[in-house]
């Protein structure tokens, strides 16, 4: 039987004979799919997410829902769940990512300050329940393994390009430098895509609604600020983005949580986190355009390297890296005339 009418007979025996239509609701990086259901009878939409085995498994999403409720944190209730076919019945926390809301015509500075100050507030709550054992560990191999996305995918496929002996070891020596600035780091619970198009606007509910948090791990406290503040789909003014790092950062030491006594050594954290996540998603983002036929992503790379160039340009350390970055993607000469 086909995949999609699996999924439906499976919901016709959860549904007891309600009638409802079925559409898309969104697909990921992965090979999840999520689908609406809209009933006759006037119900509240449902969500209904298709994760097939062997390609996902669902239990880890299950079990990082539980402890992100159990935070305060405002994801999807789970209402029927098949493991063995990877079906999971939910509620359906609307269709505007926190992406839509920010791009709305007519959305001024305070109502982006808004949502992202409940996202912080959510961010906290999760990192306030964080224990260890709990979630696997952002280790130094998986840190590694993420690197090497980037000269696998975007340097060799994307570029089509070979570093000499010379460049292979300069970056590499980067890399050594990354992960040890990474793994220095406070841990907590980490969600590691936490950004505007996993966050939801809930009309008349808590926000913001968390989606996408299957892969979350224990590790640096500043990786989930990278990605909400150096966002790949939508970038702001630095001063925006400093100003709502130095809130957080306020409000995390009065809940306790293990944030550097000063504010320069924090900031320091979240850039060089930033280095190792921007080069990641450079990488992915390859991945996604020339394996999987996701065209789509290149257009948000632009965004990406520069945030990699900034935050390279800002430290010594990185200036290696940033001269190999230059040879791959060299910045255009302007001239500038005066008569």
């Known amino acids: 039987m086909p995949r999609l009418a699996q999924l439906q007979s499976w919901l016709d025996a959860q549904l007891a004979g309600r009638i409802y239509e079925l559409s898309p609701a969104s697909a990921d990086a992965s090979f999840r799919r999520y689908f609406r259901l809209r009933f006759t009878d006037g119900g509240p939409n449902l969500v209904v997410m298709d994760a097939p085995p062997p390609q996902e498994d669902c239990r880890p999403w299950l079990r990082i829902a539980e402890l992100f409720r159990a935070a305060g944190a405002h994801v999807p209730e789970v209402l029927a769940e098949d493991t063995e076919r990877g079906f999971l019945l939910l509620s359906d926390l609307g269709d505007t990512t926190y992406l839509a809301a920010l791009q709305r015509p007519g959305n001024s500075p305070l109502d982006a300050a808004h949502l992202y100050a409940d996202a912080i507030g959510s961010l906290i709550a999760i990192q306030a329940a964080s224990r260890p054992d709990v979630l696997p560990p952002y280790s ?33 020596s980067a890399f050594d430098q990354i992960i040890d600035a990474c793994l220095a780091q406070p841990n907590v619970f980490v969600h590691r895509d936490y950004h505007s198009r996993n966050l939801m606007r809930v009309d008349g509910g808590v926000n913001p609604g968390i989606i996408d948090f299957q892969d979350a791990a224990y590790g640096p406290i500043t990786y989930d600020l990278v990605s909400l503040f150096k966002d790949a789909y939508i970038g702001w003014d630095e001063d925006f983005t400093l100003d709502l790092l130095a809130r957080y950062w306020e409000t ?88």
């Open 140 to 172: 130094e191999t998986l840190l590694r393994r993420e690197l090497m996305l980037f000269p696998e995918w975007y340097i060799a496929r994307h570029k089509g390009m070979t570093l000499d002996a010379r460049d292979e070891a300069t970056m590499m």
């Open 252 to 339: 995390a030491r009065q809940c306790g949580l293990p944030v550097r006594d000063d504010f320069g050594d924090f900031h320091r954290d979240y850039e060089w986190m930033g280095v190792q996540r921007h080069l990641k998603v450079l990488g992915i983002f390859a991945r996604l355009c020339h394996r999987d036929g996701k065209e789509a992503y290149l257009q948000d790379m632009p965004l990406v390297m520069a945030y990699l160039r900034k935050a390279c340009d800002r430290y010594r350390a990185l200036g290696p890296l940033l001269k190999i970055i230059d040879k791959l993607d060299p910045v255009p000469v302007q001239f500038g005339y005066t008569f």
